[in-house]
């Protein structure tokens, strides 16, 4: 099945007074637009996080295995095991 394309339009970003001074100031020294200095930066800055990223993706999907159970552990912070012995969840279609 293939999704329909749709365009995506741009959004401002906001960000507080004193960054963006520095990103107006870097944009300036370095000899490009302040949309091209934070673009460039998001992408560096998830590279560097990677692993990081990979990580917390990998803890999420251990946590949610599409049970009620999970989804309940995730929304309350209890171990399964715990909201187990506090009685369960039943089932989805309970």
């Given amino acids: 099945m293939t999704m329909p ?4 339009r741009q959004s401002p970003l906001k960000v ?3 960054t ?8 300036h020294f370095l000899g ?3 949309k091209d200095l934070v673009t460039a930066a998001v992408r560096v800055y998830l590279e560097q ?10 803890e999420s999907m251990k946590v949610l295995d599409g049970s009620l159970t999970s989804s309940v552990s995730l929304l309350t912070g209890l ?3 715990r909201v187990n012995e506090l009685g369960g969840t039943g089932d989805w279609e309970d």
């Fill in 5 to 8: 394309h749709t365009t995506k």
């Fill in 16 to 18: 507080d007074p004193a």
């Fill in 32 to 34: 490009m637009t302040k």
């Fill in 79 to 81: 171990s399964p095991e």
């Fill in 49 to 58: 996080q990677r692993e990081h990223i990979r990580q917390g993706m990998i």
């Fill in 20 to 27: 963006d001074e520095l990103i107006s100031q870097a944009a």
